[in-house]
């Protein structure tokens, strides 16, 4: 995706939407909703649309026509199976419908193997979409796709997420994309969720609003982020962990608040700090692309406390690329009280500082660890910077560290199937 950068003060830049470099790929690529449906329905307003869907079972697939729909739905107990999902969908992919206002734009509670495809949501004053497990912690909703689906102006003011997962399990999100939400929200905030992958979506938001772009807090384990771009997405991009009230950990409180999280190969704009490390027991990020953090590069954080509860722990920073002003950055890292940082390795990242090079040594001094094989001062000769296209030229010196492409000779250790 191609996007021009003007800068404005230190710790501030403007991104301006342009072209979409990466369009053609992402269209080769792109993954039908269903085929071969069950059943088939096509509907045309909201009260049809409620309809279907009271009238859904496995392997039924719902075709919206383009319009613009009332927000404001929910509906419970939604169940297809792992062999005929129940598909909510665009009968025209190009033209997507959109659901505009309500409180939350889609609510779905307690569902089981239902996949949304091609669908918009717009201007809900809570959340844009909510999916969640009703509050029974023992029973996950389980089997959901979320796939094209874009979700604008949530909010906009205080706690509001763009999509709110609590309690799910063997959950995907695929080239999805997030536009501004809550001041204290999420683009995208799991709770309490399991076995999960985000994959090829967008994150934006501007002028440092929004308290994170993706979340996974409240007990989440095994979620993989992945070719996720990041665009001054909150105060921090990827919150791995976070604060979450006992009550509302799933299935219990078990010691952590994120546990074996992956972060890889994605581009991160901005943000106070792209990654925060927050009460996790064992996290690795890798292969991801950073330019110009406001604050930090990353940071090591505590923030649900009590003897049940590891500190801060066992995170792997690796093989990423860092570029950085130093009248912007205010130390590579933060760590904070009550964690073990002293247990965190950092190996292989590349470090540069844009507006001073020779001064991106400094930054071994602000890691916690010594990093191995370490590298300073490395320009990246990223093919457009100004333009928001941070790939890495063909002979980059920071290779092989930093987003990888997944295109053939560049996949090696990206499994499309996690």
């Known amino acids: 995706m191609g996007l021009r950068i003007t800068k404005l003060r230190p710790g501030r830049v403007r991104l301006v939407h342009v072209t979409l470099v990466l369009a053609p790929l992402v269209a080769l690529l792109a993954v039908p909703c269903a085929s071969a449906a069950e059943r088939e329905i096509r509907v045309r307003d909201r009260a049809a649309l409620i309809?279907?869907?009271?009238?859904?079972?496995?392997?039924?697939?719902?075709?919206i026509e383009p319009g613009t729909y009332?927000?404001?739905?929910?509906?419970?107990?939604?169940?297809?199976?792992?062999?005929?999902?129940?598909?909510?969908?665009?009968?025209?992919?190009?033209?997507?419908?959109?659901?505009?206002g309500g409180t939350t734009g889609l609510q779905l509670v307690d569902p089981m193997f239902v996949e949304l495809c091609d669908l918009s949501f717009r201007g809900s004053t809570a959340n844009g979409l909510n999916i969640d497990d009703g509050g029974s912690f023992e029973t996950p909703a389980r089997g959901i796709t979320l796939r094209r689906v874009t979700?604008?102006?949530?909010?906009?003011?205080?706690?509001h997420d763009g999509i709110k997962l609590s309690g799910l399990t063997e959950f995907r999100v695929e080239d999805c994309v997030v536009e501004r939400?809550?001041?204290?929200?999420?683009?995208?905030?799991?709770?309490?969720?399991?076995?999960g992958v985000i994959v090829g979506s967008v994150l934006r938001h501007e002028g440092g609003r929004g308290s994170s772009g993706i979340q996974m807090k409240g007990g989440s384990r095994d979620i993989v982020v992945r070719r996720c771009r990041f665009e001054n997405s909150g105060h921090r991009s990827v919150n791995i962990g976070g604060s979450t009230g006992l009550a509302y950990f799933r299935p219990r409180p078990e010691g952590f608040e994120a546990k074996d999280i992956t972060v890889e190969d994605c581009t991160f704009i901005g943000s106070g700090a792209p990654i925060a490390f927050v009460g996790v027991d064992g996290a690795i990020v890798r292969h991801n692309t950073i330019y110009r953090p406001r604050r930090w590069a990353l940071r090591i954080l505590q923030e649900?406390?009590?003897?049940?509860?590891?500190?801060?722990r066992n995170g792997r920073f690796t093989d990423n690329v860092i570029a950085y002003r130093t009248d912007e950055l205010k130390s590579a890292v933060n760590v904070g009280e009550g964690t073990d940082p002293k247990s965190f390795v950092f190996a292989d990242n590349v470090w540069f500082a844009i507006d001073q090079?020779?001064?991106?040594?400094?930054?071994?001094?602000?890691?916690?660890?010594?990093?191995?094989?370490?590298?300073?001062?490395?320009d990246p000769h990223f093919e457009d910077a100004e333009k928001g296209d941070?790939?890495?030229?063909?002979?980059?010196?920071?290779?092989?560290?930093?987003?990888?492409?997944?295109?053939?000779d560049e996949n090696a250790g990206i499994n499309e199937d996690d």
């Open 51 to 63: 309809d279907a869907v009271a009238a859904a079972r496995p392997g039924t697939t719902i075709l």
């Open 70 to 100: 009332r927000g404001g739905l929910a509906f419970r107990n939604l169940h297809g199976s792992a062999s005929a999902p129940i598909v909510i969908a665009a009968a025209d992919p190009q033209r997507p419908p959109l659901f505009e």
């Open 151 to 159: 979700v604008q102006d949530i909010g906009p003011e205080g706690n």
């Open 181 to 195: 939400w809550g001041t204290g929200g999420s683009g995208i905030d799991m709770v309490g969720c399991r076995d």
């Open 304 to 312: 649900t406390r009590g003897s049940e509860f590891v500190p801060s």
């Open 357 to 378: 090079p020779a001064a991106s040594v400094q930054v071994k001094r602000a890691l916690p660890t010594p990093e191995v094989n370490g590298r300073y001062g490395i």
């Open 390 to 408: 941070l790939r890495l030229q063909e002979r980059s010196p920071a290779r092989p560290a930093g987003a990888r492409l997944p295109a053939a």
